[in-house]
Structures are given as C-alpha cells and as structure tokens.
C-alpha cells in the first residue's frame, strides 16, 4: 500500500467525467454574495460507510470498507478496511495531518504543508472537508468569481493562489455536480463528480452517495482514481468520538 494510495484517500475520491449536453443558452451573472444557488450540507456531527474502489494507473486495487466521520470545521476522521482488517486510519484537523498504516506498520504526521508536498496540489482543510461533502466552496480573499448560468447548471469559476477552480451546481437541487482543481504551477488537475443525491433524515437535507475523483499528474506517469458508494450516511444522530493512537514499535515516515 503506497504512500499515495494512502493519501488518496485523506483527500479522497475518482475520476468520471459524463459528456455533458450542449446547453444553448449563456448569461453572466454579476458576483454578488447571494448569486452561487448552493445548499451546502449543514450539520455538527456526521457519519457515513460505504465502498470504495481505487485504481493507480489502470491498476485497480482490492474493493475497500470506508468510514468517514467529521464534526464539522474541526475533524475529519477516516478508517479504511480491507476483507475484513483494517489498513489505514486518518485523522486531519485544522493544522494537522495524521495517517497510520496497520498493513506496513507506519504512521505518518503532518499539517498541510505536508499534504500539499504529498499531493503535490495546495491543499486545506476547507478544501478536504468540502470535498468530501459535496459542498460548494467559495473564494477567499475577496477574489470575485465568474458565474455563468447554462440552463439549470451554474458554472463558477475563480483563482486562489495558483489553483483554477471550477465548480457546476445544478439549480434545482443547489448542489454541486463536479468540481475542477488546476494546479497552474506544477499543471496537476484534480476532477470530481458527485451523484445519486439523496435526502438525508431528519433534515431533508440533499447529499451525493456517489462521488468519483481522479488525480491526473501532469508528467503522465500517475493517474490514480477512486470511486465511492456510500451506503448510510447520518447527520446529528449522535456525538461521535475520533480515537487516534499509534501502536508500540511503528515506524514515523517523512
């Protein structure tokens, strides 16, 4: 299980671009704070499990158990098991990256800085945790996005740092379909499609079971995807813990 196979998962999941139809008609519409039309999910606590399937460079690699855990702008907790035995947990936090890999052995501890290197992608904690949500992420420092209505999708894009980030949100819903990460700098792109949306009790709230991500690597040599089926997802059913230890005898990695 390589490193990167590892920190997929911490910033998680597939590749799968649908053909999108020709829509004909376009409008602007000029940057306000109301004018993105997204539900981001709301929530203190929330749990999900599912399947994931992961593939490095046409490779794919045994079917995986997930579970995510997150309280909400504070942790994000992830386990992931194979037949039955548990390979890699991760915890990330504001400032910190932590991951520990029971089949070798070793743990690794960071902040993201560290995963950013890894990924070789900036990333933050904002970004990891709207990922996984489905959530559309807006722009920070005052940087003003380009929206564009086609039909009932809305496409934003804007610049952070030496991202392009694109985001589609399907109206009728306010969720976000697929998002595009481009890393001008070292020309990575991370891809992301969500899907399957459905309505989350007792809230009524809307979130995608199915999510693809896939990393594309400018120099062509690794292209790693992940496909995730979440099969129950709860939102505020109950307090959730985060239990990170390292064992006796692992080794730390750099």
């Given at each position: 299980?390589?490193?990167?196979?590892?920190?997929?998962?911490?910033?998680?999941?597939?590749?799968?671009?649908?053909?999108?139809?020709?829509?004909?008609?376009?409008?602007?519409?000029?940057?306000?704070?109301?004018?993105?039309?997204?539900?981001?999910?709301?929530?203190?606590?929330l749990?999900?499990?599912?399947?994931?399937?992961?593939?490095q460079n046409?490779?794919?690699?045994?079917?995986a158990?997930?579970?995510?855990?997150?309280?909400?702008?504070?942790?994000?907790w992830?386990?992931?098991?194979?037949?039955?035995?548990?390979?890699?947990?991760?915890?990330?936090?504001?400032?910190s990256?932590?991951?520990?890999?029971?089949?070798?052995?070793?743990?690794?501890?960071?902040?993201?800085?560290?995963?950013?290197?890894?990924?070789?992608?900036?990333?933050?904690?904002?970004?990891?945790?709207?990922?996984l949500?489905?959530n559309?992420?807006?722009?920070?420092?005052?940087?003003?996005?380009?929206?564009?209505?086609?039909?009932?999708t809305?496409?934003?894009?804007?610049?952070?740092?030496?991202?392009?980030?694109?985001?589609l949100?399907?109206?009728?819903?306010?969720?976000?379909?697929?998002?595009?990460?481009?890393?001008?700098?070292?020309?990575n792109?991370l891809?992301?499609?969500?899907?399957?949306?459905?309505?989350?009790?007792?809230?009524?709230?809307?979130?995608?079971?199915?999510?693809?991500?896939?990393?594309?690597q400018?120099?062509?040599?690794?292209?790693?995807s992940?496909?995730?089926?979440y099969?129950n997802?709860?939102?505020?059913?109950?307090?959730?813990?985060?239990?990170?230890?390292?064992?006796?005898?692992?080794?730390?990695?750099?």
């Open positions: 299980m390589s490193n990167r196979f590892l920190l997929l998962f911490v910033v998680l999941i597939i590749l799968g671009s649908c053909a999108r139809k020709a829509i004909p008609a376009k409008t602007v519409i000029p940057p306000t704070a109301n004018a993105v039309k997204a539900n981001n999910v709301e929530f203190r606590y749990s999900a499990k599912g399947k994931a399937q992961i593939e046409g490779n794919k690699l045994p079917n158990n997930l579970t995510l855990r997150m309280r909400r702008d504070s942790v994000i992830l386990s992931v098991s194979v037949a039955g035995f548990e390979g890699v947990r991760a915890s990330i936090t504001q400032d990256v932590r991951v520990l890999n029971k089949l070798q052995h070793e743990y690794y501890v960071g902040d993201f800085a560290y995963l950013s290197r890894q990924l070789n992608v900036p990333v933050s904690f904002a970004q990891v945790q709207a990922l949500l489905g559309y992420l807006p722009a920070t420092n005052g940087t003003e996005p380009t929206i564009t209505t086609e039909g009932a809305q496409r934003i894009q804007y610049n952070q740092a030496s991202l392009f980030i694109e985001q949100i399907e109206m009728s819903l306010g969720k976000l379909q697929k998002l595009s990460v481009r890393d001008d700098a070292s020309k792109n891809l992301v499609d969500y899907s399957d949306f459905r309505t989350l009790m007792p809230t009524n709230q809307s979130f995608a079971h199915n999510t693809v991500v896939q990393v594309q400018a120099n062509g040599k690794t292209n790693s992940a496909a995730i089926n099969r997802v709860d939102v505020d059913t109950e307090r959730l813990d985060f239990p990170f230890s390292v064992p006796s005898g692992y080794v730390r990695k750099k």
